[in-house]
């Protein structure tokens, strides 16, 4: 254990991510937070389009060689031994593991290394959505691997449940509930909803990486079923395509979509805050989340949401109240929330959005989520931010 420090300046902490892009997405307010006291920052990642902004921010930056789709355990192997090859090197005080392979190797590699480590687990995707071979051997590294972390946090209760249920923390007690990553209030300010110019003008938008597991394809066939009764309904796709992950949607099938004129596809966006403020509502009708964070900001911005009723996104969605929740794996029941969603009322969906507003504000708010860190960080290593 390292001993105890005296100023921020002293600090060494470590980000480790499967992709740069979602340490930049999803833990901006962080880094200002840590970067602005002095703290030493170091994000340990796949390098990509986001990186120049990470190291914009002041982190210092190092390319982390992982294969999210491998399945091959020498490839698993070779990431562990560079994590335990960078710790030794980098001596960080804490490291905080996001996503799968980081937060099963990351964690063993720490341990070997005599680094303090936290694991946050921001999803469980196909790990408790597939019943394969894989997923299950994934939960038989995770109560291995989850024995080491000093605390391992869990974005929503639903997955705090299942690992305690399927008895995959060796020490429960160390289980703490985050309640989502939070949102900037303030970045994401309320807009307007789009002025009604035209009556043939309606827009979803369903913003994410474009993988199966987010429902995309139930989406698409949604829309399908809609465009022939509400002409004026257009339904939008934002997010990057061909990611490393193994329900990765390819180009082909959006080209597809977009040549029958089913979807419009937007592309990637460093700023998704333009295309909500476009939007009418936004749509998520994933398998499984963490807390998604599209839909805090969405609601944030006052846009009301359509989900599924799955862990994560009900976290986020309270049916009937700023959004309405559907079915997963469910075409007609997304489908007639969708319709519901065009024939309310704009007074009725103006209502709607400021309760989302109101909800991420009293739930999740950024603010409250770096307070959490600096705890920690001052339990672990006695430094005050």
Not at 1 to 7: D, G, L, S, T, V
Not at 68 to 75: G, M
Not at 349 to 375: H, S, T
Request: hydrophobic share 45%.
């Amino acid at each position: 254990m390292k001993p105890r420090i005296e100023r921020p300046s002293e600090l060494r902490v470590v980000l480790v991510c499967n992709t740069s892009f979602a340490i930049y997405t999803y833990r901006q307010g962080l880094i200002r937070t840590l970067v602005a006291r002095g703290v030493e920052v170091s994000v340990i990642a796949p390098r990509d389009r986001t990186t120049d902004l990470l190291t914009g921010m002041g982190c210092r930056f190092i390319e982390l060689a992982v294969a999210s789709k491998s399945t091959n355990p020498l490839d698993d192997l070779r990431t562990l031994l560079q994590l335990y090859r960078l710790y030794r090197r980098i001596q960080p005080h804490v490291v905080f593991h996001y996503t799968i392979k980081p937060n099963i190797y990351g964690s063993v590699a720490a341990r070997l290394a005599g680094v303090a480590s936290v694991a946050v687990t921001t999803g469980l995707g196909y790990v408790f959505i597939q019943h394969s071979r894989a997923a299950q051997v994934a939960k038989r590294l995770y109560r291995f691997a989850f024995r080491f972390p000093r605390e391992v946090w869990f974005l929503n209760r639903d997955d705090e449940a299942a690992f305690i249920e399927q008895k995959l923390l060796v020490y429960p007690e160390r289980a703490r509930l985050l309640h989502g990553e939070g949102v900037d209030l303030e970045q994401f300010a309320p807009a307007p909803l789009p002025p009604r110019t035209s009556p043939d003008r309606f827009a979803f938008v369903l913003i994410g990486r474009l993988l199966w597991d987010k429902g995309i394809g139930e989406y698409v066939e949604a829309a399908r079923q809609l465009r022939a009764r509400y002409p004026q309904a257009r339904f939008q796709l934002l997010g990057p395509l061909n990611v490393d992950n193994p329900s990765a949607i390819s180009r082909a099938d959006v080209d597809a979509w977009q040549q029958e004129g089913i979807v419009e596809y937007l592309g990637e966006a460093h700023d998704v805050r333009p295309v909500i403020a476009a939007a009418d509502c936004v749509v998520l009708p994933s398998y499984r989340e963490g807390v998604p964070r599209t839909l805090l900001e969405a609601a944030a911005m006052e846009r009301p949401l359509v989900a599924t009723d799955v862990p994560g996104c009900r976290e986020v969605v309270e049916h009937g109240v700023n959004g309405l929740l559907c079915e997963v794996r469910n075409v007609d029941s997304l489908a007639d929330a969708l319709a519901r969603m065009l024939e309310m009322s704009e007074t009725e969906r103006r209502a709607m959005a400021e309760r989302g507003r109101q909800k991420v504000a009293n739930e999740f708010d950024e603010r409250l989520v770096i307070e959490r860190y600096k705890d920690l960080l001052n339990n672990l290593t006695g430094v005050t931010l």
